[in-house]
């Protein structure tokens, strides 16, 4: 349910790019849901410099673990 919310809030962001949605990721790395579609957020990432490849960004390298 709290994913949900989160999402919701997401999507009807007034602020963005400037409070950045995009960076938000499933807790497997995978990404998903985005209202410029996936292709422009994994664009907008590598921008910023995070590494996507398939669709996943490597969270172990970013020193995440949940």
Known sequence: MAARAVGRALHINPHAPRVPCHRVIASDGTLHGYAGGLRK????LR???????KGRVDLEKYRWRP
């Open 41 to 44: 957020k994994a664009r907008l």
């Open 47 to 53: 921008a910023e410099g995070v590494e996507v490849r």
